[in-house]
């Protein structure tokens, strides 16, 4: 009999089920996209912050102080202290390799110019390079893509070069001309702009200053950029004064010292600094936008629970009559509470799971329209959508239910209260 | 005033004070959303200058040189200062290669420490100094300084200068090959004034590229550059986190608006006795739509301004507790948000009347 009387009322109310289905849906699915996207926009404004460039720099201990001013360099006397351009790939062996988005190695040395020395930086444009079995390709393209280049990029592997774009018009260069590098002829393939020492210099493929300065497999400098957790007090705690498991954590979390710490493990006799402009204030702002959007998700569950407890409530005054009907009948308070709560409990149910895929497609709609990249959503958030949802649409029966009993049928059935 | 237009104030007044909590939770409802919308709105407003605020602690966003690396001009400070306002910070750089005791070449900068300080928070420095003999040595470089007691002697063509290391500085980067000192004394010993101004000029993206405009035409022939990586990040970020609340706020507005929507809507429907009786003894159909109407406009009036008021309090302690600064009341939003308010009342008031326009008044009052 309450199956039937379950069933019935699903069949012959279509028009209301609907209307509540919707509201429930709808709270659920907003519910889910504002969650997602909230959970999912820290990481993505992350990898936008890192088109800032890099925020950890990895130079040997013993790298001589540099003594520049402008266009002019006292030439320290060279330490001759270089890391090793083959030991670079060693990087995407680090605990956090996954969280290194790009990097490039620099070697910087001058040729004489028709004006006076010019820098010329040997760096990756986009190299290809192989760790173990994983295949993965960097360089300043990946790493500054503020970085503009009128005309190509040059190829690792040529002796091709880019000109920064005062140098080119002090030295009358184009691209397409060629430019004599110490006895060795190179192609100009672009002109660059940065905004920084580059538009004064030549920045060339690195095999080819490492030519040009005889240092083979020498390199000055790592520049990386890795998306690193916001600093916390812990963060900046020392690790070599921690209980083991504190250290332990510290470095298995992706703070910019302990990915420093790692990145100084693989290269023997390096130091690793973060740089602190960049990595400090990225700290700030993602703290920030974290931080409000989870109050934005805050805000969008309440709202959520308030639709949906609104119109179940609705539903359940409009059929006051029912119950008036059903008590003279002789039906107890119990039965008709647990059949109204059955009825919210499969319409939670139901446009739960709707409401999460429905959310799952909007929050994949905004993540693509805002980020052009996808938002993805854990499937852990199924059961917490559909238990959350349960609860608002049970809850804000409830009081309706209650309500519902109280009345006397008498009343009810003569249209009375 | 008529007697019909006295009796339809008496019924509204009535309908609204004297029938239980009906309208209350219509008002409430209605306040809940007024609440949500400003809330939403005036973060929305306010986010963008949060954000450009956050920004500007990356440090300077222009600089300023001459062409040929030569000394800036003396007035280049107050120049920079009255084109771009009281809220620039601008820090002046003058450079020169100075000697250990042992010979080591290092590079001295004389630069105006309070500047620098509110340029550059990120600098992580142990002590700023505070007097004319003292530096600040870069974190590097501090290790060829040869210290005597914290004193140290540097040279620039043959004149020395006796200085005093108060602190350290660690950035990561360049500066930590330098000593800084202050401008004063920079420009006694070597006679060298500042050559490059670094620029931190307040606002967004777009102020920032008119603010370069600006100061390139106060000054002709120098390099007026913007710090590109700096105004990408900014510009990146902020249009997308503005994108990511505009959805949630509609959102969240939609959401809000279905729960008053259903809660108006049956409290309309509750009334449908009311609606019969009154068209039982003889009023027009207009005269009820304007009661029901007017009601529902003076409700959603009223809980339009509360909303505001509140959801205001709720950007601005939402914003204090996550950027320590207050979104200040956005003025702009109260229209808005009593216009959605009235239009959802009268939307959700509208539909249940036509349905039951449809419906006999005999047949209501019988309870059918």
């Known amino acids: ?417 | 005033m008529s007697v019909r237009a006295s009796m339809f104030f008496h019924v509204l007044k009535r309908g609204l004070l004297g029938r239980g909590n009906r309208p209350l939770i219509a008002f409430v409802a209605l306040s809940v959303a007024a609440t949500m919308i400003t809330a939403m709105l005036s973060l929305y407003y306010g986010l963008e200058s949060k954000l450009n605020r956050d920004f500007r602690s990356y440090g300077a966003n222009i600089t300023l040189a001459s062409a040929d690396e030569q000394q800036l001009p003396s007035d280049a400070i107050t120049r920079a200062r009255s084109t771009l306002g009281p809220d620039a910070i601008i820090a002046p750089f003058a450079f020169a290669i100075g000697h250990t005791r042992n010979a080591q070449a290092v590079v001295v900068a004389g630069t105006d420490m309070d500047q620098v300080r509110r340029l550059n928070a990120w600098w992580s420095v142990s002590k700023w100094p505070d007097a004319e003999d003292e530096a600040l040595a870069g974190a590097r470089a501090e290790s060829h300084l040869q210290l005597h007691q914290k004193g140290f002697v540097l040279d620039f063509a043959g004149r020395t200068l006796h200085l005093q290391q108060t602190g350290t500085v660690k950035t990561g980067s360049d500066e930590e090959d330098r000593i800084y000192v202050p401008l004063v004394t920079f420009e006694r010993w070597t006679g060298m004034g500042p050559s490059l101004l670094e620029i931190s000029a307040p606002g967004s993206h777009d102020q920032i590229i008119s603010a370069v405009a600006k100061l390139q035409s106060a000054f002709p022939g120098m390099q007026v550059r913007p710090v590109r990586q700096l105004l990408q990040a900014q510009g990146g970020v902020v249009s997308r986190m503005r994108s990511v609340m505009l959805a949630s706020t509609l959102l969240i507005a939609l959401t809000v608006a279905l729960c008053v929507f259903s809660t108006l809507t049956s409290s309309v429907l509750e009334r449908r006795r009311d609606f019969a009786v009154m068209k039982a003894i003889g009023s027009s159909q207009t005269t009820v739509n304007a009661l029901f109407a007017g009601e529902a406009l003076t409700i959603a009036f009223c809980a339009g301004v509360l909303g505001y008021v509140v959801g205001s309090a709720v950007a601005a302690w939402i914003s204090q507790a996550n950027f320590h600064a207050v979104v200040a009341p956005q003025l702009s939003v109260l229209p808005l948000v009593i216009l959605a308010d009235v239009a959802l009342a009268l939307l959700a008031a509208t539909i249940p009347l036509a349905r039951l326009q449809r419906i006999e008044p005999a047949g209501i009052l019988k309870g059918e």
């Open chain 1, 1 to 417: 009999m309450f199956l039937r009387l379950l069933y019935q009322s699903f069949r012959r109310q279509q028009r209301r089920k609907l209307l509540a289905g919707i509201a429930v849906t709808l709270g659920v699915a907003v519910a889910t996209a504002i969650t997602a996207v909230g959970v999912n926009v820290g990481d993505k404004i992350n990898r936008e912050l890192r088109t800032y460039g890099a925020n950890i720099v990895v130079y040997p201990e013993d790298a001589a102080l540099q003594v520049r001013i402008g266009d002019q360099e006292v030439k320290p006397t060279s330490s001759g202290a270089y890391l090793k351009e083959s030991t670079l790939p060693n990087i995407k062996g680090i605990f956090w390799a996954r969280n290194v988005l790009a990097f490039a190695p620099f070697l910087e040395t001058q040729i004489q110019g028709p004006s006076g020395p010019i820098r010329v930086f040997g760096t990756y444009f986009d190299k290809q390079l192989r760790f173990g079995t994983e295949e993965f390709s960097t360089g300043v393209e990946k790493l500054y893509p503020w970085w503009k280049v009128r005309g190509e990029w040059p190829k690792d592997s040529s002796s091709d070069v880019l000109v920064g774009s005062q140098l080119a018009s002090r030295i009358g260069k184009q691209f397409g001309d060629s430019i004599d590098f110490s006895g060795l002829p190179a192609r100009i393939t672009g002109i660059l702009s940065t905004g920084g020492a580059e538009d004064d210099a030549i920045v060339a493929p690195l095999a080819l200053v490492q030519q040009l300065a005889h240092a083979p497999d020498a390199i000055d400098k790592i520049y990386v950029s890795a998306l690193t957790k916001p600093e916390d007090a812990f963060a900046r705690r020392d690790p070599d004064h921690m209980t083991p498991a504190d250290r332990d954590r510290w470095y298995c979390s992706p703070y910019a010292n302990s990915i420093a710490l790692q990145l100084r493990e693989v290269f023997p006799g390096a130091r690793a600094e973060q740089i602190r402009q960049a990595a400090q204030n990225e700290g700030t702002v993602l703290s920030h936008i974290s931080g409000m959007m989870l109050l934005i998700a805050l805000a969008a569950l309440v709202a959520a629970a308030l639709a949906v407890s609104a119109a179940m409530a609705t539903t359940i005054i409009e059929r006051r009559q029912e119950v008036g009907l059903m008590k003279s009948l002789g039906a107890t308070a119990s039965t008709i509470a647990s059949l109204f709560v059955c009825e919210a409990t499969l319409l939670a149910l139901g446009a739960g799971i709707v409401g999460f895929f429905l959310g799952d497609v909007i929050a994949r709609r905004i993540g693509q329209a805002v980020f052009q990249s996808d938002v993805s959503i854990t499937p852990v958030l199924l059961p917490m959508v559909i238990f959350l949802s349960l609860l608002v649409t049970i809850g804000g029966s409830t009081a309706a239910i209650v309500r519902a009993l109280k009345l006397d049928p008498v009343l009810v059935l003569r249209g009375d209260a």
